[in-house]
């Protein structure tokens, strides 16, 4: 039983087929079309919640609906992404080592947008270790910038801005805060298809605005990171494909 508005829904109902779990995901209703249908696809029952513009109210409903099972039920096991140590590790023991690996010389800078804070804690956490003058941006939706001290309402950003600081996020990893509308993220992701050959989503566009904007910062010769989370396929019923 999970809450999520990325892609752990289906990373979980893949896993529980694989395990013989009974899984149900929970999402507000604003996620995309094809990460529903990926999860029924899997096997895994599927509870949507409302999303009446405000993020951060309808994740906080997934998590009170998902624990309230755990409360009826002791068979129930709720992995808590947000707050589950394992999501940072496995960014420390196996993301950020792959980057380390495929990127030749330094890294002067990474971003990345925050959902669970995993990937930003983890990547972060290991080069930052290993590179100390390395600028890390945290990067929000213009819509649920939490961080950044902004009003929460809902945008199209998914996997990112849930409206919430999470537990596991380590606040003392970035350095600066970057804010991107939908519209930038998405004329982002579209680029990459059109100009790089990347077919990926709507999230990744906004990493890719932020890590140029960095680039641009830093100057010539620097090296930024930053990575794109999924496909462009998972959006053909957002606005990324009208
Ligand atoms: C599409 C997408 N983008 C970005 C993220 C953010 O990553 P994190 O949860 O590690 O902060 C997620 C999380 O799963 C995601 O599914």
Known sequence: MEPTSGNQGIGLA????VKGYRTVIIMPDSVSEERRKLIQHCGAEL???HDDGDIGKCIDECIKRALKMKEEDPRVYVPQQF????????????TA???MEQVAGPIHGFCSGIGTGGTITGIGEVLK????FIEIWAVEPEN????AGGNIGTHVQMGIGDGLIPPILNKEIYDSIYVVSDEEAIETARRLARDEG??????????VAAAIKLAEKLGPGK????VLPDTAERYFSTPLFE
Do not use: D, F, Q, W
């Open 97 to 99: 080592l792959e980057i």
């Open 47 to 49: 509870i949507l919640i």
């Open 83 to 94: 707050e589950n140590p394992n999501n940072t590790l496995v960014h420390k023991n196996h």
């Open 129 to 132: 270790a290993k590179y100390p």
């Open 198 to 207: 990347l077919m990926c989503g709507i999230s990744s566009g906004t990493n």
């Open 223 to 226: 090296t930024v990171v930053t």
């Open 14 to 17: 893949l896993v529980g087929a």
């Open 144 to 147: 649920a910038a939490i961080l």
